[in-house]
């Protein structure tokens, strides 16, 4: 059984930083691309960021010169520093990472979720 355990989210004024973490553990696995999305209330869940297996990274535009994503293979976890935060980055962020358990095939994983709410 893998999971995916996120951590680290919580309220921050504007103009703060968060840095989130997601661990992915359970059987034995490999890992591809690990990203990090989020969903407000009322809308849809959209992808924040995402770092490629290689280390490629791509962010949303809102969110750009913000926001750092990055992973620690050894420990099979991602990161997402938060900085300049807005009210409009209040949401729900999810960690999703594409693992394989079965040799040659690879399925999605979600983790529980951690909330952000940035105000004041």
């Known amino acids: 059984q893998v999971q995916l355990v996120e951590s680290g989210g919580g309220l921050v004024q504007p103009g703060g930083s968060l840095t989130l973490s997601c661990a992915a553990s359970g059987s034995s696995f490999s890992i591809n691309a690990m990203g990090w999305y989020r969903q407000a209330p009322g809308k849809q869940r959209e992808l924040v960021a995402i770092?490629?297996?290689?280390?490629?990274?791509k962010y949303l535009d809102s969110v750009k010169d913000r926001f750092t994503i990055s992973r620690y293979n050894a420990k099979n976890t991602v990161y997402l520093q938060m900085d300049s935060l807005k009210p409009e980055d209040t949401a729900r962020y999810y960690c999703?990472?594409?693992?394989?358990?079965?040799?040659?095939?690879?399925?999605?994983?979600w983790g529980q979720g951690t909330q952000v709410t940035v105000s004041s």
């Open positions: 999703k990472a594409a693992l394989s358990v079965v040799a040659g095939t690879w399925d999605d994983y």
């Open positions: 770092v490629s297996s290689g280390g490629s990274t």
